[in-house]
């Protein structure tokens, strides 16, 4: 048996965490020299690369010294919260990973605090220290200032910190050592961060942190082995956290992380990282082990869901025209797919049959996944979010609510609790940070933070930072103001004609540019005021026999306002939708037609 080491990386986006993975797994052999390599081989999913979050938890693993390091990538964002806890229950150790010139950034924070109370002990890395800013001694002040506010212990205070640069590849202990290559790090790594503590007598178990679906061979379950081995079609069983029984079965694939690939292996040992076929319903959070072990590991449940959005298929005049994948059938399979790999979402057919309620953990990752569907060649009409109401023990409303922590510069501090504040969000703490920032934390309902984080990027100047966990379910808040101006409706089909959006200017803010396609119910801006507006856009001037040529090419419009996928959703109202297609993203009304528009108002009043 190789000896091991499991480790996890914790970085702010644009650390440089993927650089260096890169290079450590080079400087390792574990590429082989005439192998390609893709830059940031981390970031797999297109969405990761582009938006720089790791959202889904990875394992690589490379030697060093005849010593497998198994290291593990975790999630930075906090909609992707129960994913992070469960990652650290993997491992022995943590890297935590800090620009030379950006310090320390709260999405490491709310990582490494949860390191920190898993009792890991982290090894410290400077990286890009060869930048023109870098600004090292107060990095380093920062970082000791952090573990203070996160009540680290004293043997986790004492952390050993290498000076680095990814891209280079090299590393050091002293800031002034030699520039290498990064075996100081590996070394460091050995020394540090402790073997597994592992049980090899026992019977097998093993806790599973994360799950996927692979084509060929069903649902695969990644965990740590906590005791005992297991061998390709060894009978084994899965246990949920109430020591139940799951279902019953038996290993038929074991894979190993060896560098970027998935490797088959006939015997697995306690303390390896591994991924293993078989099981067909046993879900993350779930112990599998053999038939005699009576009792699963301890484990974090799922954060539970708390918002929903209705995915349909799109039903506008131009749907089908730019998309491949229309039909419902399609859309089931999608998301049944998606169900078998995501497990914080959950799907429910509607009583209709036209649409499927897809629950998930926070606008942000909903979002991400309606994207990836869009680039698969989908088209979509999506709801406005909902957040799920439960009923208490007395029948009374509860509501999901969530704990959010800001950091803001003081200027802008009176504003965000002002924003809060409406949206029914009480303080529990107020704390300056020095450096001319506040920490402020928060208690509020989900509902009030739809849509709020581009008015709070408004509000700071794009220099604030928020992090939201879930908190619990408490007692409702009751009504919270939405979006009070009504929208401009587009009344016919054709396409938009210069002089007509030039003449609405003066009527709210316009969406769309001249010569775009509409129809209508197409909603092509926001009304100044607070009632809807059924607009023409495919009127043109007035024409004269006196026409002078240069009088039509003379208008110039102001440049549309365009929003991201995320901002429609949460701008439209409950009788509005958004149609997602590859190419465009519109706003609609639910029901096109004006006369059945304003039969249905009437009826829901």
């Not at 889904?56 to 490379?62: D, E, F, Q, Y």
């Not at 084509?215 to 082995?225: C, F, K, S």
């Not at 953990?361 to 909903?366: H, N």
Request: proline share 4%; with cysteine; glycine share 8%.
């Amino acid at each position: 048996m190789q000896p091991l080491r499991n480790i996890a990386i914790i970085a702010h986006v644009d650390h440089g965490k993927t650089t260096l993975l890169d290079n450590l797994l080079k400087q390792s052999g574990t590429f082989r020299a005439h192998q390609e390599v893709a830059e940031r081989v981390m970031d797999s999913n297109d969405l990761e690369r582009e938006r720089g979050i790791t959202i889904l938890a990875k394992c690589t693993s490379l030697v060093w010294k005849d010593t497998r390091i198994n290291i593990v990538d975790t999630p930075g964002h906090a909609d992707f919260g129960g994913e992070v806890e469960r990652i650290l229950s993997m491992v022995d150790g943590v890297l935590l990973l800090v620009d030379a010139a950006e310090g320390t950034m709260p999405q490491t924070k709310f990582v490494l605090s949860k390191a920190l109370k898993l009792g890991l002990r982290p090894i410290v890395v400077v990286n890009k220290i060869d930048r023109a800013d870098a600004r090292v001694g107060e990095v380093e002040d920062e970082i000791l200032e952090l573990f203070m506010a996160l009540e680290a212990t004293e043997a986790q205070f004492n952390f050993p910190i290498v000076y680095a640069s990814g891209r280079s590849g090299w590393a050091s202990r002293t800031l002034d050592g030699e520039r290498k290559d990064l075996s100081p790090l590996f070394d460091l790594i050995l020394d540090h961060v402790p073997a597994p503590t592992v049980d090899l007598n026992s019977d097998f178990s093993m806790l599973i942190t994360a799950r996927e679906y692979d084509p060929y061979l069903g649902r695969m379950l990644t965990g740590r082995i906590f005791t005992g081995s297991l061998k390709v079609q060894q009978a084994i069983k899965a246990l949920n956290k109430d020591d139940s029984v799951v279902e019953n079965g038996k290993v038929t694939k074991i894979m190993a992380f060896r560098g970027m690939e998935h490797v088959p292996i006939e015997t697995a040992y306690a303390g390896d990282i591994v991924a293993i076929a078989g099981m067909q319903r046993a879900n993350v959070a779930e112990t599998v082990c053999a038939p005699n072990v009576m009792k699963a590991l301890p484990a974090l449940p799922i954060d539970p869901p708390t918002l929903a959005i209705n995915f349909s298929v799109n039903d506008s005049p131009l749907a089908g025209t730019e998309g491949s994948k229309v039909t419902f059938n399609a859309l089931r399979d999608r998301l049944m797919r998606e169900l078998e790999s995501n497990v914080s979402i959950q799907v429910t057919e509607s009583p209709s049959k036209d649409s499927f309620e897809v629950a998930g953990r926070g606008e942000l990752q909903l979002g991400v996944l309606i994207e990836t569907m869009r680039r698969e060649g989908f088209e979509l009409s999506i709801s406005r979010p909902r957040v799920l109401i439960k009923l208490g023990a007395n029948g009374e409303k509860l509501e999901p609510l969530e704990e959010i922590q800001i950091e803001v510069d003081d200027a802008f501090s009176g504003a965000v609790i002002e924003s809060m504040s409406l949206r029914k969000a009480e303080m529990r703490d107020l704390r300056p940070m020095g450096g001319g920032k506040t920490r402020i934390i928060f208690v509020g309902p989900s509902r009030g933070l739809i849509g709020y984080y581009g008015t709070f990027l408004t509000e700071t100047r794009g220099t604030g930072i928020m992090n939201r966990t879930f908190h619990s379910y408490g007692s409702y808040r009751g009504t919270i103001a939405g979006r009070r101006n009504g929208v401009l409706i587009s009344m016919g089909m054709g396409d938009a004609v210069a002089y007509a959006l030039f003449n609405l200017a003066d009527r709210g803010k316009i969406f769309i540019g001249s010569g775009v396609k509409v129809y209508g119910g197409m909603i092509i801006g926001e009304h100044n005021r607070d009632n809807d507006l059924e607009v023409n856009l495919l009127k043109g001037k007035q024409l004269t026999n006196m026409r002078a040529s240069s009088s039509d090419e003379s208008i110039r419009l102001s440049p549309p306002v365009v929003m991201t996928l995320e901002e429609a959703i949460t701008y439209i109202k409950d009788d509005e939708r958004v149609e997602v297609t590859p190419k465009s993203i519109r706003l609609r009304k639910a029901i096109l037609d004006p006369n059945e528009r304003k039969r249905a108002t009437k009826s829901h009043h």
